[in-house]
């Protein structure tokens, strides 16, 4: 059995996205399109006498402090970051919640909107979010759509993975990286905001900080499981830089993929057991926003434990345990060393 690859179906939605919102915009104020959802809150949005963004392109001048940047940030790990660096100067509005998976993302007549009223737009890039360039053409001319991993010159491992021929996108699972993303938004928030400058860099500063802090926590707690044992398995590659990082052994992934939009085949998966047993790994780790199904069918043959609550491609609901970066760092470290030792 070949391995089954979905077609991408991003762009016959986004096609549908941008036509629902050409109606939205070209609509007068007073009598709004039947077709029309929700409007997000008025303290989001640019001056309310403008009745659609689109139709007022380029001629706002820089903002003042009074009126707070609206940021759209595709990821849950970017809005993080982005109100850190951000602080009360901004707004940050969000792409993609906890429940979201970046990978096959279909965006909504309401992300385009809130594309139309971005004074930037933050996103990973490395072929994370396949839909964005086509949600992207609602922004209003000369708003940037920044790519943090490219801006910030991370080294990108490159794989095989033909579902992403950019290379392994997953960067914030390496503190590191995210410190040069931190300090690319920082610069970003300055460019649009120039008397913020200060207060972007002290505030990048200070959680840059906090992630020397958290790399080094996770060093010493990794160093607790046994060397032998140090070896990981987890459901879709999105551990590699952690691996790497950390000094893990990645033995495998139940969906070979970078991206979440594959399968394994049944030979893959027979691999992975053997591989499982010859190796001794004790335990296969999942993420929070995938379905664990084949991973439990899979722990099971091989006789090992499953932990079925990483954060990987998205951080945890707030009040969860991982409804931050720095958080679900550790969450998953602790969940790893446990599983592990
Ligand atoms: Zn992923």
Known sequence: MGRIVRTPRGVPVVAAIIALFTVWACAPAAAPSPTEAPRPPAATQAPATQPAPAAAPAARSAPTPARKLNVVATTTHIQDFARNVGGDRITVVPIL???DDAHDYQPTAEDARKIAQADVVLAIGIGLEPWLDALARNARPGVQVVELAGAA?????????????????????DPANTQKM???IRDALARLDAPGQTVYAANAAAYN????????????QIAT????????VTNHDAFGYYVRHYGLVFVGSVIPSLSTEAEPSAGEVRKLIQDIKEQHVKAIFTE???SPRLEQQIAQEAGI????????DALGAPGSEGDTYIKAMLFNTRQIVEGLR
Do not use: A, M
């Open 97 to 99: 919640g906890p429940d």
């Open 153 to 173: 010159k991370l080294q990108i491992e490159k794989g095989d993975d033909p579902e992403e021929p950019e290379g392994d996108p997953h960067v914030w699972q």
């Open 182 to 184: 931190v300090d690319v």
């Open 209 to 220: 900080r906090q992630l020397d802090q958290l790399d080094q926590q996770i060093k010493q």
């Open 225 to 232: 499981i046994p060397s032998e044992q140090r070896r990981l």
């Open 288 to 290: 929070t926003n995938l």
């Open 305 to 312: 434990k499953i932990y079925s609550n990483l954060y990987g």
